[in-house]
């Protein structure tokens, strides 16, 4: 089984009602789990359209820099937590989610990484782990619920989740800064 019919089967599994409402259920396991498995399945059915599409791909993202602009800029959308709330509250929105997320984060994400150098991919990790850290900060200290649909403790929660999510990348900073991880390739 190829990588492209995974990342169909994962995207399939993740649509149907019943685990798509499980996995909504809970803040954390929402942000935290579904939206990026979404963009995984993504990232492996990119492989499908990078060989039915190829020039589309070397037109569009020739340096990667427009495919990483467009995940950045899907992945900042789905961090907000009126995106999150809109969601669960109309179909139309879970709809974009589940388009965007797979079709439009982890499709140019694939297409893009391979062509960003060392110093472009660090400066993504070091965007996202200040992302990350802000928004931990910002659930974990914020007075009122800021998602309808979800209580007070699950924002906490999620907000100690992206506070995680940054150390961890701070630690990769570090170890890739310190160590070449291709030495051990």
Known sequence: MNQSTLGLILFVFLIIPPVANLMESVMIIHMHMQMPL???????M?????????HFFEKWNSNGIPGILLFIIIMAYWMLPRTMDEALNLVSMEI?????????????????????????????????TLAFILMGWLYINSTSQLCNNYLVNDQIILGWGFL?????????????FFIDPSDYV
Do not use: C, E
Request: proline content about 5%; cysteine-free; hydrophobic content about 55%.
């Open 96 to 128: 974009f989610k589940f388009i965007t997320l797979p079709f439009l984060a982890g499709l140019p994400l694939r297409d893009s990484w391979g062509k960003l150098g060392k110093k472009g991919k660090n400066a993504i990790i070091i965007i996202f």
């Open 46 to 54: 990119a492989k499908f359209f990078q060989v039915k599409f190829p």
């Open 164 to 176: 995680t999510m940054g150390i961890g990348l701070i630690v990769y900073l570090g170890y890739t």
């Open 38 to 44: 979404l963009i995984i399945a993504g990232f492996f």
